[in-house]
């Protein structure tokens, strides 16, 4: 009888303890804390680690898809009217991306590599051919028109080379020159005086099969938060095409990767090398992606906002002080001087007047924003959509009568959409991580049942040893008597 009560009382210590225990690791969150640290120590640009094998390699197909602006009323234009454009495409490329001439440096703490991109026509994923022909500004005579608008005797020897050639204000060329480059008769003539000049344009001369330049990134051995960051882009630390310093940094990683364990209010800082800049994404909302949890990030709109919104702007002013609307972005003085302006497609959260300045332009918050899509514990990609779109600075040039009345705008080309969505074989290694996150987050609250099971079942114990007792007690009266 007594073992029998010691076992009941037990059970009702061991009860209290469980409750006790649960209710402290679900209040101090040791469990998430202990595999958060192990996520940290494990996602680290080192060899052999899954995290350095999709840096190394994506293994997610990536596609790039551009969509043309065709002008459809050039004349109208030359006399002064609003430019009409119909957007084409899709022309899909698979993008291949591996890092090469990988060196680890300062002890692992670093690692040196270059991003060789490859693209590969996809004709089934595409509108038509890379023979499409598209009618828009002709963007080497821009440039040289810029350059030389100011030199009297210069431009009128240009301009009647331009009309003795027939070069214009636009141009018809297939999607396969506008994009990888073609001979240009007007830079072919120049060159003869230049010999610098490349004769050559394309909006991604020289890009495909080839690379940005030199990075250095942290592998996150020292610091979480590191993975994957830039350290320096073709041995700088800094830019120099800005007017601000802090313009002039380069923050974050490439854009590819990003560190594990982000939460909903951290900005993620990148550095994009086709913006000359640094940028930053911010929380959106929770999403899932092929039945993993993810936070989707997208960029504000104070990241291309005018200085009298975001005064950290100002130093993307060029020439100092000479400073357009929000939403875009003048990147001429990296790109060889040519008046190429960076922005959303269709001037997506750009100021109204750059998409009513175009007939054609529908920006729409889904088919033209940039979003990622991450994993928060560990960082990998779930999704993501990059969308750019190039813009020509075009005016009317006095000296240049190729120019006409045409009015001042800010004339779309074409758009780009990068777009990434994760492997299979990734959503497999992911779902066992999520599992695992599951059943480690909530053992203080299995241990916490188990408290209230045996609660119950010291409760039924106690009762069933009280009954016989008071059983007892009825009946010694009867026996007396």
């Known amino acids: 009888m007594l073992l029998k009560t010691c076992c009941v009382y037990c059970t009702g210590v061991f009860s209290m303890l469980m409750l006790i225990l649960g209710i402290a690791l679900a209040l101090s969150g040791v469990f998430p804390h202990l595999l958060q640290s192990f996520v940290k120590t494990e996602v680290v640009l080192k060899n052999g680690t899954d995290a350095f094998?999709?840096?190394?390699?994506p293994p997610a197909p990536i596609y790039m898809q551009f969509?043309?602006?065709?002008?459809?009323?050039?004349?109208?234009?030359?006399?002064g009217e609003r430019p009409a454009v119909v957007e084409l495409g899709p022309y899909t490329y698979r993008e291949y991306r591996p890092m090469e001439d990988v060196a680890f440096l300062e002890n692992g703490t670093k690692v040196a590599a270059v991003n060789t991109k490859t693209y590969i026509f996809q004709l089934n994923m595409s509108r038509g051919p890379e023979s499409d022909l598209i009618r828009t500004v002709n963007i080497p005579a821009v440039t040289v028109m810029e350059m030389f608008k100011d030199s009297s005797l210069e431009a009128n020897l240009i301009s009647a080379y331009m009309k003795s050639t027939g070069e214009g204000l636009f141009t018809t060329r297939t999607v396969g020159e506008l994009l990888w480059g073609y001979e240009d008769g007007l830079l072919k003539?120049?060159?003869?005086f230049r010999p610098g000049l490349d004769d050559v344009f394309g909006l991604f001369y020289k890009s495909n099969a080839s690379n940005d330049g030199q990075y250095v990134f942290f592998t996150g051995q020292q610091n979480y938060k590191d993975f994957a960051r830039v350290s320096t882009w073709n041995g700088e630390n800094s830019l120099n095409?800005?007017?601000?310093?802090?313009?002039?940094?380069?923050?974050g990683t490439n854009g590819a990767s990003f560190h594990p364990v982000i939460t909903k209010n951290e900005l993620l800082p990148m550095f994009s090398s086709d913006l000359c800049r640094s940028l930053y994404a911010e929380y959106e909302d929770d999403v899932i992606v092929k039945g993993?949890?993810?936070?989707?990030?997208?960029?504000?709109?104070?990241?291309?906002?005018?200085?009298?919104?975001?005064?950290a702007n100002a130093g993307f002013c060029v020439p100092a002080g000479n400073c357009l609307g929000s939403g875009l972005l003048n990147v001429s003085v990296c790109k060889q001087g040519?008046?190429?302006i960076m922005s959303s497609p269709h001037f997506y959260q750009a100021d109204a007047k750059y998409a009513q300045s175009?007939?054609?332009?529908?920006?729409?918050?889904?088919?033209?924003e940039t979003t990622i899509d991450i994993n928060p514990l560990t960082g990998f990609l779930l999704r993501a959509a990059k969308r750019l779109q190039i813009n020509v600075y075009v005016e009317q040039?006095?000296?240049?009568?190729?120019?006409?009345n045409v009015r001042t705008v800010i004339f779309p080309v074409v758009y780009l959409n990068e777009s990434v969505l994760i492997d299979d074989a990734s959503v497999q290694k992911l779902h066992t991580v999520v599992v695992e996150k599951n059943v480690v987050e909530n053992i203080p609250f299995i241990l916490i049942g188990l408290g209230v099971l045996l609660g119950g079942v010291f409760m039924i114990l106690v009762c069933r040893q009280k009954v016989p007792e008071s059983t007892v007690a009825e009946r010694q009266p009867l026996l007396s008597s």
């Open 53 to 57: 094998e999709a840096w190394a390699d």
């Open 67 to 79: 969509y043309f602006f065709n002008l459809t009323n050039p004349s109208e234009v030359l006399k």
């Open 189 to 192: 003539a120049l060159k003869l």
């Open 241 to 251: 095409w800005w007017t601000s310093e802090e313009c002039n940094m380069i923050n």
């Open 292 to 311: 993993i949890p993810g936070y989707r990030f997208i960029l504000p709109s104070e990241v291309f906002a005018n200085k009298s919104v975001n005064p």
């Open 338 to 340: 040519a008046p190429i």
């Open 358 to 368: 175009v007939f054609g332009m529908k920006p729409v918050k889904e088919h033209h």
């Open 397 to 404: 040039i006095e000296t240049f009568s190729q120019t006409g």
